[in-house]
T-cell receptor, first 113, second 110 residues
Framework: DQQVKQNSPSLSVQEGRISILNCDYT??????FLWYKKYPAEGPTFLIS?????DKNEDGRFTVFLNKSAKHLSLHIVPSQPGDSAVYFC????????????FGTGTKLQVIP | SQTIHQWPATLVQPVGSPLSLECTVE??????LYWYRQAAGRGLQLLFY??????ISSEVPQNLSASRPQDRQFILSSKKLLLSDSGFYLC?????????FGPGTRLTVT
């Protein structure tokens, strides 16, 4: 059962435009959400997070929006740059002593110069 | 600062052969450690996690096993590899909900 879903396996965006990556989750116990960026043959790196008490978190060009009622979050990248081309993973964590994080299947973003 | 080491970086093994992937963490003590696998066209699948020496929890049934012989060492093993074990294996340590990833091991089972 895929508790964290990224329904778009790929996305292409022109440089300078907005990239919107979407993520849906099914487990209402999740209370912390994260986005990771992954280049080929490397481990993912943390990008931005949001806790369930917020609906928006911004860090430079990256903004994450959380809609708890819809169990949906999105990552906005504005403006998109060619260096943003990577696979983006959405992840969710819930209360639990081992701090388990569940990852989505990833969305491959290509920013076209 | 914390650092995660994984080796080998790439590995090609025949079906039925054993496997041992090692992960060590520097710069932190008593970390939560995790093994993930990214198979072709799939997301990051949690395989094992450990909250302390000798404590291993398995997330999915498979022919893989994990061990934590020391506080900052996490080992992924298999007695007999299957073709479906091919993938990119990532060791991580967790701080709060954030996961800090190692460089990964690309395993190809032939």
């Amino acid at each position: 059962d895929q508790q964290v879903k990224q329904n778009s396996p790929s996305l292409s965006v022109q440089e300078g435009r907005i990239s919107i990556l979407n993520c849906d989750y099914t487990n209402s116990m999740f209370d912390y959400f994260l986005w990771y960026k992954k280049y080929p043959a490397e481990g993912p790196t943390f990008l931005i997070s949001i806790s369930s008490i917020k609906d928006k978190n911004e860090d430079g060009r990256f903004t994450v929006f959380l809609n708890k009622s819809a169990k949906h979050l999105s990552l906005h990248i504005v403006p998109s740059q060619p260096g943003d081309s990577a696979v983006y993973f959405c992840a969710a964590g819930g209360s639990g002593g081992y701090q388990k994080v569940t990852f989505g299947t990833g969305t491959k973003l290509q920013v076209i110069p | 600062s914390q650092t995660i080491h994984q080796w080998p970086a790439t590995l090609v093994q025949p079906v039925g052969s054993p496997l041992s992937l090692e992960c060590t963490v520097e710069g932190t003590s008593n970390p939560n450690l995790y093994w993930y696998r990214q198979a072709a066209g799939r997301g990051l699948q949690l395989l094992f996690y450990s909250v302390g020496i000798g404590q291993i929890s398995s997330e999915v049934p498979q022919n893989l096993s994990a061990s934590r012989p020391q506080d900052r060492q996490f080992i992924l093993s298999s007695k007999k590899l299957l073709l479906s074990d091919s993938g990119f294996y990532l060791c991580t340590w967790g701080d709060s909900y954030e996961q800090y990833f190692g460089p990964g091991t690309r395993l190809t089972v032939t």
